[in-house]
């Protein structure tokens, strides 16, 4: 079966913080991570359609979990402009030492087919990718 993919471009309305611990302001991570993506996006179906019923947030999440799922999502990962970085796999970890401090890669780093398509609107709107 052939998957489509497509990158989505947040643009935050305000100020936020991305940690691991609640009241810990000093640290904060560079990208949010799949689960608390998971968790908003979850909280936002179910403002929008309610709990029970047909399309409300308990049919929601048995889809996700019974067969497949109608749909998957990954971390948020930085951009700039038109270019998209990914995390450095962990089985291919750079050997230099002066490197090692380096988490994310351009997409052109990448397998060719790993396309995720030019950005649109400066940051705004739905992307494309295929692989």
């Known amino acids: 079966m052939k998957h489509e993919y497509a990158a ?4 935050p309305r305000g100020p936020f913080h991305v940690g691991d611990r609640e009241g810990m ?4 991570d560079v990208f949010i991570h799949s ?3 998971f968790s908003a996006l979850c909280h936002s179906y179910l403002l929008l359609h309610g709990r029970d019923g047909k399309t409300g947030l308990d049919a929601f999440l048995t889809a996700m979990q019974d067969g497949e799922p ?14 998209f970085y990914f995390p450095i796999p962990h089985n291919q970890q750079p050997p230099n030492k002066d490197t090692r401090r380096v988490r994310f890669l351009p997409q052109a780093a990448f397998d060719p087919r790993f396309e995720v398509g030019a950005a649109a609107d400066a940051g705004h ?7």
């Open 8 to 11: 989505c471009i947040l643009k």
């Open 25 to 28: 302001r000093e640290w904060s």
């Open 35 to 37: 689960d608390t993506l």
């Open 70 to 83: 109608p749909l998957r999502i990954s971390s948020v990962f930085p951009f700039w402009k038109e270019t």
């Open 125 to 131: 709107g739905r992307h494309p990718a295929s692989r």
